[in-house]
């Protein structure tokens, strides 16, 4: 079974301070690792496919890191308008009935980020 | 924005009722899928759609019933609801099938009393 854990549950950063979020995980034959940022109130908004270790993403202040058994959403300088909660999921080799993509979800990271 | 949008984004029933969520796409996606979100839990797959008329069902189906008659439209019934089916239901698109879930709705807040 195809699992994520994200650490830490919630982050407070003063605006300007860089820090990392992970996302380890454990699945059959990892095809893409996806990072989404949720606002509350709001659905998830795509940021970032991985497919292999070594490769990374930047958008912004974002920056996402794949190794074999886990990535990293860096955050450089961080301002208000990045506080979110940003999730991280997994696609695995095990698809669905009619070539669906089963992607297995972490529980999140929260992020504040204060003046 | 993507056009992809949930009725009704909150609904409050009782404990036994039919409920049905909507689901309405305009990006002409093949694959629709619903997700719940709970405390503690990651989103979690309820049903899914490859097609018209082709659906399946997530990790967490039971007590869950799905339709879709048309491209645009993914409906989600709770048959009888319990107060564990008490959530945030997220419609998702995918084109191809292939990769990250493109577009989320906005969620529809469901308690059931």
């Known amino acids: 079974e195809d699992q994520v854990t994200q650490s830490p549950e919630a982050l407070r950063l003063q605006e300007g301070e860089s820090s990392s979020l992970n996302c380890s995980y454990t699945v059959s034959g990892l095809r893409g690792l996806f990072w989404y940022r949720q606002d509350p109130g709001k659905g998830p908004e795509f940021l970032f496919t991985l497919y292999s270790a070594g490769e990374e993403k930047e958008k912004e202040r974002l920056k996402a890191t794949l190794t074999k058994k886990e990535s990293f959403l860096h955050i450089t300088a961080p301002k208000p308008e990045d506080s979110a909660t940003y999730l991280c999921?997994?696609?695995?080799?095990?698809?669905?009935?009619?070539?669906?993509?089963?992607?297995?979800f972490g529980t999140g990271t929260q992020l504040k980020v204060e003046l | 924005d993507a056009g992809i949008t949930q009725s009704p984004r909150h609904k409050v029933t009782e404990t036994g009722t039919p409920v049905t969520l909507r689901c309405h796409q305009t990006e002409n996606h093949r694959y629709m899928y619903w997700y719940r979100q709970d405390p503690g839990h990651g989103l979690r797959l309820i049903h899914y759609s490859y097609g018209v008329k082709d659906t399946d069902k997530g990790e967490v189906s039971d007590g869950y019933s799905v339709s879709r008659s048309k491209t645009e439209d993914f409906l989600l019934t709770l048959e009888s609801a319990t107060s564990s089916q008490t959530s945030v239901y997220f419609c998702?698109?995918?084109?191809?099938?292939?990769?990250?879930?493109?577009?989320f709705g906005p969620g529809t807040r469901l308690t059931v009393t």
């Open positions: 998702a698109i995918s084109e191809s099938g292939q990769g990250a879930m493109e577009y």
């Open positions: 999921a997994v696609w695995g080799r095990r698809g669905l009935t009619g070539g669906g993509n089963k992607l297995t």
